[in-house]
């Protein structure tokens, strides 16, 4: 019931910038943490940069400095500006919500249920 929604990829030169965007529509009250991760050929998942409800943010060491993740909580919405883009930085980008909840999951307590969304791919090269 719960739908991510990405777009923003596509293919950049070295030094360039990208803008990923992912919106979450559904049967929403709350998202505790919206995060992206990326995964590049041959490469585990690993995440990129997640930002929880109260604004506070994380980054994995390769992107700070780079990237910067915010939320439009009005919009159930996360963006990533990826800046000084490099080779390395190719892979599919994956959008996460975690801990989504309905107003019955607010009502009953319990946790709501993570999301993923279907990816978009981002290629640096020259």
């Known amino acids: 019931q719960v739908q991510l929604v990405e777009s923003g990829g596509g293919l950049v030169q070295p030094g360039g910038s990208l803008r990923l965007s992912c919106a979450a529509s559904?049967?929403?009250?709350?998202?505790?943490?919206m995060g992206w991760y990326r995964q590049a050929p041959g490469k585990q998942r690993e995440l990129v940069a997640v930002?929880?409800?109260?604004?506070?943010?994380n980054y994995v060491d390769s992107v700070k400095g780079r990237f910067t993740i915010s939320r439009d909580n009005a919009k159930n919405t996360v963006y990533l500006q990826m800046n000084s883009l490099k080779p390395e930085d190719t892979a599919v980008y994956y959008c996460k919500a975690e801990n989504v909840r309905s107003i019955a999951h607010v009502r009953s307590g319990i946790r709501g249920s993570d999301y993923w969304g279907q990816g978009t791919q981002v290629t640096v090269s020259s």
């Open positions: 559904g049967s929403i009250f709350s998202i505790n943490a």
């Open positions: 930002i929880v409800n109260g604004g506070s943010t």
